[in-house]
């Protein structure tokens, strides 16, 4: 008795009829996995086309024909290549597997070159889309072009001056900075580390200044230091410079300027006839001493090194005295007054030069000895004098250009080149009155 279901062989001899019908089509016997009459083969045949058709639907609908038609021409290659190897080994004719491979391969090629490139597939965007979107870039890379425009380096020029009094420090000067712009500046004295002032200033026109009270200062070595610092700026100030001074074409380096000098109380002396008085110290420039004397005999003050090596000869008049006058310092060291007269007298010595002095043209009137201090630009100046006394008239500038030597009445002209722009001191030595005028020739 046999143990075979005879369900199962009716299914079987079913199936076996199916594909005996389908390798006796004359289209479907040409197709590999119809030919052997197998049911797995079938199935699995089956199912590859079914895929390869699919997928040749779904790009048709997509637009993208070209997938379709490689997948179909890339499985069409495959089968008829396999046609060609099995026709071969059982002796059929290969010529319809042949042609069927050179379709096949012409489906291939058309198909992969209507598949899109990498450069097509930047984007699944319409193409409506893109032309914006590539609008809105070349209008961007304006937008940035115009602002490096706008960010150009700036150049900065900027000039300062830092000038001494006896109580003060003067901070002056000129730059082509944004309104608002800050500069800080630092006073110190290196002698005395308690001595320090800082504070700011605001550039306004291109101009700044700020005068500085150093009167509770100690004598000693004074630094005053201007600077430009673009991380303490005004938030609108930043934004054209930089929040490091990027955007500034010089080194920030070159947007500070400072000055040293040494500060000392004016010397003043007292005294009752002859005297000598205690040694100060006076550093080389020019020396502007100012005295006093009640008296009816000699009034003679000279200025001594302390090793009385250099003496100078500031006075020598008889009675009443009451003048200015001044000498070089060749020689920074320690000196000291020698004073001969026959009543009280007084004195005061300083090196200080005045700021805020008249400029040329000017004309100076005065009785006795006096100091004058001017500013003047480079050029010939030419000088006018005067005088009504009946001693020595003698005019010279920074105490080296004599520009008279007389006794008595004068009236008469003198030029004298300037090299360079600055302050310049004229002294006088007259017991009359005078007059001297400056202007340039």
Not at 20 to 25: A, G, L, P, Q, V
């Amino acid at each position: 008795m046999s143990d075979e279901n005879p369900n199962e062989k009716g299914q079987q001899e079913a199936i076996n009829h199916y594909l005996k019908k389908i390798s006796e089509n004359p289209y479907l016997s040409y197709l590999p996995g119809f030919r052997s009459q197998s049911f797995y083969k079938a199935l699995l045949a089956s199912f590859v086309y079914a895929l390869t058709i699919l997928i040749l639907f779904i790009s048709i609908l997509m637009g993208d024909v070209g997938i379709g038609l490689f997948t179909a021409g890339f499985v069409a290659v495959c089968v008829s290549i396999l046609g060609i190897l099995t026709a071969s080994k059982r002796g059929y004719m290969t010529s319809r597997y042949v042609i069927a491979l050179f379709l096949s391969f012409i489906i291939l090629i058309a198909g992969g070159s209507m598949m899109p490139t990498s450069d097509d597939v930047a984007t699944d965007e319409p193409k409506e889309e893109t032309e914006v979107a590539t609008m809105e870039e070349e209008e961007k890379e304006e937008e940035e072009t115009e602002e490096e425009k706008e960010l150009e380096m700036i150049d900065i020029d900027m000039e300062g001056e830092i000038s001494f009094e006896n109580d003060s420090v003067v901070l002056s000067g000129t730059a082509n900075f944004k309104d608002g712009t800050e500069l800080v500046y630092e006073v110190e004295n290196f002698d005395n580390l308690d001595d320090f002032k800082e504070g700011k200033m605001i550039v306004e026109d291109g101009e700044f200044e700020e005068t500085v009270d150093i009167s509770d200062f100690s004598e000693g070595e004074i630094i005053a230091w201007v600077s430009f610092q673009p991380f303490n700026q005004p938030e609108k100030v930043q934004e054209t410079y930089g929040e490091e001074g990027e955007y500034i074409e010089e080194d920030l380096a070159d947007l500070e300027f400072e000055t040293t000098h040494v500060r000392k109380a004016p010397f003043e002396f007292s005294g009752t006839g002859d005297t000598v008085t205690d040694n100060f110290g006076l550093d080389t420039g020019l020396a502007i001493l100012e005295l006093e004397h009640t008296g009816a005999s000699n009034f003679i003050v000279e200025i001594n090194n302390s090793a009385g090596t250099q003496s100078e000869l500031m006075v020598n008049e008889i009675g009443n005295y009451s003048g200015t006058t001044l000498t070089s310092i060749d020689i920074s060291d320690e000196y000291y007054l020698e004073v001969e007269a026959d009543g009280s007298w007084e004195g005061t010595l300083t090196q200080m030069i005045p700021k805020d002095n008249p400029d040329i043209p000017e004309t100076f009137t005065g009785q006795g000895d006096e100091v004058i201090f001017v500013d003047m630009e480079p050029g010939n100046i030419r000088f006018d004098m005067s005088h009504e006394g009946q001693s020595n008239f003698i005019v010279t500038v920074n105490d080296q250009h004599l520009l008279a030597n007389d006794i008595g009445v004068y009236e008469g002209s003198a030029t004298q080149p300037v090299q360079d722009t600055g302050t310049y001191v004229i002294s006088v030595e007259a017991d009359g009155k005078w007059s001297i005028s400056l202007e340039e020739q």
